[in-house]
């Protein structure tokens, strides 16, 4: 397990690692481009293509956000597209300015890919969303893997994933480091047995840090330190 420090955050114990398993909005990637277009853009839009008051809009589709919130549904832009007779990409591609790397990531994965290990992007993410991220953003060269959980037929907070996950890319828990910057998949990552977990205190650089005190967290990615060679 990792060994606690003066400060009582836990020093990663990149000895013990073999697998480095990271989420992408938030984790890597800024959340603020996702918050802004749900919070902001998309019930702008969809006011003025219906003809109806953002006041309206604004507790109507937070409603229907959050009855299916935690479930894959929540992350399928097929999903929305439908439920609400948008195109959603082209709404993402309206502000697509927005898309960032968080600080110091990339020189994170350069190293830890340098190290040897196993990398994987693992993400709830829909692959149009992911496809349009990776070719804004680049970072997709830096993994051996990259997983959606639509390809696995269900979200990572959701009962099953992580076996269905190990079954396509096999991998030890007990040797795997995983950073999200969601609790709830966090948890389901700790059930399953995941030994080195980290969340993210600023998954949006414009917004408030997170509570995250059941687990230890990165304020940025330095703060995981340099892993050894494997």
């Known amino acids: 397990m990792d060994r606690p420090t003066k400060t009582g955050f836990p020093a990663l114990a990149w000895e013990q690692v073999e697998t480095v398993m990271l989420d992408m909005d938030g984790t890597l990637l800024d959340l603020h481009f996702d918050n802004h277009f749900w919070q902001e853009h998309l019930p702008v839009r969809l006011a003025q ?3 109806l008051d953002e006041a309206e809009v604004r507790p109507w589709l937070r409603a ?3 009855a299916v919130r935690g479930q894959l549904s929540w992350y399928c832009l097929d999903y929305w597209a439908r439920e ?3 195109d959603i990409m082209s709404l993402k591609r309206e502000i697509i300015h927005l898309i960032s790397v968080h600080e110091h990531v990339e020189p994170f994965l350069d190293a830890v890919r340098r190290s040897g290990r ?8 829909h692959r149009n969303s992911l496809d349009l991220k990776l070719a804004c953003t680049e970072i997709g060269c830096h993994f051996h893997r990259v997983v959606t959980a639509h390809d696995l037929g269900c979200a990572k907070e959701e009962p099953g994933f992580w076996d269905r996950l190990r079954e396509r890319i096999p991998f030890d828990p007990e040797r795997s480091l995983f950073v999200d910057d969601n609790l709830a998949v966090l948890r389901a990552a700790r059930d399953y047995g995941i030994a080195h977990l980290r969340a993210v205190r600023r998954p949006d650089s414009r917004g408030d840090e997170v509570e995250t005190d059941e687990f230890p967290a990165i304020g940025d990615f330095r703060e995981l330190g340099k892993p050894s060679e494997v």
């Open 49 to 51: 293509m219906r003809g």
């Open 118 to 125: 196993q990398v994987m992007l693992v993400t709830n993410a």
């Open 64 to 66: 229907r956000t959050n």
């Open 84 to 86: 609400l007779g948008v």
